[in-house]
């Protein structure tokens, strides 16, 4: 998606004020990340071509060719995905200098409407509770390069509450031995795109074989990596290649999880970070704490893991003789 400014006549702007005029460029298109600004790509480009397909203006776009096109997508897609191209559809207006056609009462009422429809219930992967990590990490074969990788990247993902962007993104650099256990040094994440820096503290663990300093001097040890990348793809002669994508965490979660009995449909990368949630909530740890480790920045995003680990707990329907 292009980002646009207010166009200025070239001919009367000093040289200052046309370098920043393209750094200014450059840091409206900075504001949000790659992942966003690929998937608003995608989605500007879907709406533009419906357009031309049904012979409708895209921009600026009236409400109704808006409505007309939520309708269309409501047939097929989840209230997220919808809601998601609606921003995308809204930043592209707004950034061009024209009012957002999704703010208008026609555009809301409708979408109220779809979304009672079709639901905004989100789907989301199983928690991989504790119990179930400990089954996975002891199943995989520490004989092999690959497998004492993948130990350590399920205990550390599990433990650090870590998103599969962050897992791929770590560094040798980024990672601290201490006396306590190990410290992650986050440079950037999805609650963090500017850059300030985040620390998560791993304690040594109880168990040898989900203790995060044991996993991560393990795969040191084993792969001989000093610097770069700490997750590396491997090939099947055991050579260590270039830096994993977050694709193949979701799919090494995936494998490990089926090797095991469990469905590989209803778990993803995102089940270490569920899981850690709802297994500290089960145990009582204060809502503080989670946060702490998981880095949200809103309660209200925790709590759909503690208020799930906690259905049985204080059960009405727990204790009356049934």
């Not at 750094?23 to 879907?46: G, I």
């Not at 520490?142 to 599969?164: E, S, T």
């Amino acid at each position: 998606m292009t980002l646009e400014l207010k166009k200025l006549e070239t001919t009367s702007l000093s040289t200052e004020i046309l370098e920043l005029q393209k750094e200014a460029k450059n840091h409206l298109v900075n504001s949000k990340s790659e992942n966003t600004k690929r998937a608003y790509q995608n989605d500007w480009k879907q709406f533009s071509n419906w357009c031309e397909k049904n012979g409708l203006q895209e921009l600026p776009a009236d409400p109704e060719t808006l409505v007309y096109y939520i309708t269309f997508l409501g047939r097929k897609f989840k209230a997220s995905s919808i809601k998601r191209k609606m921003a995308a559809i809204s930043q592209r207006h707004e950034t061009a200098g024209y009012p957002s056609p999704t703010k208008t009462a026609l555009v809301k009422g409708v979408w109220d409407g779809i979304q009672r429809k079709i639901g905004i219930k989100e789907v989301g992967k199983d928690a991989l509770w504790l119990e179930e990590l400990r089954q996975v990490v002891q199943a995989i074969p520490q004989n092999k390069l690959i497998g004492v990788r993948n130990r350590f990247m399920l205990v550390i993902g599990w433990a650090g509450a870590l998103r599969r962007s962050e897992l791929v993104q770590l560094n040798i650099e980024d990672i601290s031995i201490t006396r306590d256990g190990l410290i992650l040094h986050l440079n950037r994440s999805k609650t963090d795109q500017k850059g300030e820096g985040q620390e998560i503290a791993l304690p040594y663990g109880s168990n040898p074989l989900t203790c995060p300093v044991r996993s991560y001097e393990d795969w040191l040890t084993t792969s001989s990596i000093s610097e770069g990348p700490v997750f590396r793809r491997i090939d099947r002669h055991g050579n260590i290649m270039g830096r994993l994508t977050p694709q193949s965490v979701r799919l090494i979660v995936k494998d490990c999880c089926e090797k095991v009995g469990l469905n590989p449909d209803r778990y993803g990368a995102h089940s270490l970070r569920s899981g850690f949630c709802s297994t500290a909530a089960k145990a009582g740890k204060p809502e503080h704490q989670i946060m702490r480790q998981t880095r949200h920045k809103r309660s209200d995003s925790l709590q759909r893991y503690i208020k799930k680990a906690n259905l049985f707990e204080d059960n009405a329907a727990s204790g009356i003789g049934l």
